[in-house]
């Protein structure tokens, strides 16, 4: 059996490739969770790559992801700046964390440039969508 990664995406990411300032890229979101589950399979890794709008089925499947996945991929989105519970949740996890940025936040807003998310995460991944995955 493989091993499984979760990858949770937060509020509007399903709005990706749809923002006529390009902030986020071209790609559909749906587009973009294919390309992720064809290079994880090329990897012999299962990928659960969902997103909610709802802070808490965001922390319902890291609870989830504690029974489930080896790793964690999160792109909490505007949840990143705000999310006690997020970050709680994650704290629980114990495999790898990585906290993934479609744009280059440290570009955008000050209040962007603090993550809650940052204190449980492995490493950040920020603003290199589009130069593979």
Same mark, same amino acid.
């Given at each position: 059996m493989s091993q499984q990664i979760y990858f949770?995406?937060?509020?509007?990411?399903?709005?990706?490739? $749809?923002?006529?300032? +390009? %902030?986020?890229?071209?790609e559909s979101f749906v587009s973009i969770g294919e390309r992720c589950e064809c290079? &994880?399979?090329s990897l012999g890794v299962? $990928?659960? !790559?969902?997103q909610s709008n709802h802070e808490g089925? $965001?922390?319902?499947w890291i609870q989830e992801a504690r029974?489930?996945? &080896?790793? $964690?991929?999160?792109? /909490? &989105?505007?949840? %990143?700046y705000r999310s006690v519970p997020i970050l709680d949740a994650l704290?629980? !996890?114990?495999?790898?964390i990585i906290e993934a940025h479609m744009s280059n936040i440290w570009k955008r807003e000050? !209040?962007?440039?603090h993550s809650m998310v940052s204190k449980? /995460? %492995?490493?950040?991944?920020?603003? &290199?969508? +589009?130069?593979?995955?």
């Open positions: 949770l995406n937060g509020p509007n990411a399903n709005l990706y490739g $749809l923002d006529k300032n +390009g %902030t986020y890229g071209s290079r &994880a399979e299962a $990928l659960q !790559f969902r089925v $965001l922390v319902d029974q489930n996945a &080896a790793g $964690l991929i999160i792109n /909490a &989105a505007g949840l %990143t704290l629980m !996890f114990e495999g790898p000050p !209040f962007r440039h449980a /995460a %492995t490493g950040v991944i920020a603003g &290199a969508w +589009g130069v593979g995955v």
